[in-house]
C-alpha cells in the first residue's frame, strides 16, 4: 500500500488519468492537478480556505441563470478569457483585434434594416454607427451577420432588467453586411458601466478594493463564412476606465474616436433632431474557420 506524501500523491493522481481516452482531455486533465496541486502547495491552502473557495464557487454556479453567467464573469475579472483570447490569437496579420465576449450575450439578435434605431425608446445621446466589413486586402464581405450590442445609457444590458422577458430585446440586433461591407445604424452613446455586483464576484471585487468598472464601448461578433469569427468591442475614447479595465479587455487598436457633430443630417441622408455623435470603424477578418459562439441561453444538443 502506497504511503502518500504530498509529492507522490500529485504523481498518483496525474497517473491516474493515464488511460483516458482522448489525448487532449488527458492533457488538459493532468496539467490542471499538476497547477492545482501547485497552487495548494505554495500557500499552504488552509482548511478553512479551502472551504471558503467551495463555498465561493457553489455560490458561482448558484447564481447562474440561463440569462446570467457568474463563472464567466468569474473568468472575465481573473483574466482567465483574456487569456484564453489571446494564446488564441496569436497572430493577427492585420486582422481586427479581439477582445472577451463577456456575459452579456444572450441571443435574440433580430436581422434589423440598416440605419434602425437600435435604442428608439432608451433617452441619451444619440449616435450613428458606420462601418464595414473586409477581408484582410481590403476586399468588402458582403452577406455578413454581425451580432451587436451595448449597454443603455445608466449602464445595463437589456437582459439585466427585470422586464426583459416581456419587453423583448433593446440596444442588441443583428446587421446584414450590404454589397460593399457596409452595415450602419443609429443607437444612443453607450457609457462607462459596473459589472453586476450583486453576486459573489462582484463581492470579490469589493473586498478587494477593486473597481467594478468597464470603460463605455459597443460588442460586435462578425461572423462570416470562410473566416475566423471575430469578437471584439469598440471603445470611446476619453473613457476614464480606458486603462483600468476590470476585465482587463481594452487594446488601443480597439479605441475609436467618437465625433461630435451638429449637422442636421446622418450619414445615410436622414434628419438628426439635435447634436450627435459618429463612431466610425472597420473590421478586417482573417481566413480561417470555426464557430461563433452560441448565445446564452441557447439550448446546445448533448452528444449523442
Ligand atoms: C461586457 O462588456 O458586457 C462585460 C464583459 C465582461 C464582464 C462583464 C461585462
Ligand atoms: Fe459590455
Known sequence: MTQFNDA?????????????????????????????????????????EWDYAIDFLTRT???????????????????????????????RDGATETTV???????????????????????????FVQSRVTDLKGKPLAGVPVDIWH?????F??????DYT???????????????GRFYFRTIVPCSYPIPTDGPVGQMIKQT??????????????????????????FMDGDKYLDSDVVFGVKDELI??????????????????????????EFRLKPGGGMAPAPLGTKVAEDA
Open 166 to 180: 416581456a419587453q423583448g430585446p433593446s440596444s442588441r440586433a443583428r446587421f446584414i453586411t450590404d454589397a460593399d
Open 209 to 234: 478594493n477593486r473597481h467594478a468598472m468597464r470603460p463605455a464601448h459597443v460588442h460586435f461578433l462578425v461572423n462570416a463564412k470562410g473566416y475566423e469569427p471575430l469578437i471584439t468591442h469598440v
Open 151 to 155: 449597454a443603455d445609457d445608466d449602464g
Open 101 to 127: 465576449l463577456g456575459p452579456f450575450y444572450v441571443g435574440e439578435h433580430k436581422v434589423t434594416p440598416h440605419g434602425a434605431d437600435i435604442s428608439a425608446s432608451l433617452p441619451g445621446e444619440r449616435m
Open 157 to 162: 444590458y437589456d437582459s439585466q432588467k427585470p
Open 61 to 91: 454556479g448558484q447564481k447562474c441563470t440561463d440569462i446570467r453567467q457568474e463563472f464567466i464573469l468569474l473568468s472575465d475579472v481573473l483574466g482567465v478569457s483574456m487569456l484564453v483570447d489571446a494564446v488564441n490569437h496569436r497572430n
Open 8 to 48: 507522490e500523491l500529485t504523481t498518483a493522481v496525474i497517473r491516474s488519468f493515464d488511460q483516458t481516452p482522448n489525448p487532449r482531455v488527458k492533457f488538459l486533465l493532468q496539467e490542471l492537478v499538476k497547477s492545482l496541486h501547485d497552487y495548494v502547495r505554495r500557500t499552504d491552502l488552509t482548511f478553512e
Open 256 to 281: 475609436a474616436t467618437i465625433e461630435k457633430r451638429t449637422d442636421p443630417v446622418m450619414p445615410d441622408g436622414k434628419s438628426a433632431d439635435g447634436p450627435w455623435s459618429l463612431m466610425t470603424y
